[in-house]
């Protein structure tokens, strides 16, 4: 039997790599007078839903779209929270 799970996935950059975004909205930030904003970084939110026979092999097809797809492993950290999710079910 599958279930369903929702993934909330979360892409940085490495702390070593340098974030061109994130330091144009800092300096922005500062611009509109928020001179307490020390440092940005840009990311990316992704949200999945998907069927899997268990949360061990969801967690497994997550790691491997996220080092696929999602993210790039050279330059990005990934990580996720997943939790299962009710089915609908159709009553007739």
């Known amino acids: ?3 369903k799970y929702q993934a909330k996935i979360y892409v ?3 702390p070593s790599v ?3 975004a ?3 909205v800092n300096s922005g930030l500062k611009q509109l007078g928020y001179h307490n904003v020390e440092r940005v970084r840009i990311g990316k ?3 999945i839903t998907l069927s899997s026979p268990d ?3 969801a967690r497994q097809d997550l790691d491997r779209m996220c080092d696929q797809m999602l993210a790039n492993p050279v330059i990005e950290n990934y990580r996720f929270d997943l939790s299962e999710v009710e089915t609908e079910t159709n009553v007739y």
């Open 1 to 3: 039997m599958q279930r």
């Open 12 to 14: 940085t950059l490495r």
């Open 18 to 20: 340098l974030d061109p």
């Open 22 to 24: 994130g330091v144009a």
């Open 45 to 47: 939110y992704i949200e």
């Open 55 to 57: 949360e061990t092999t």
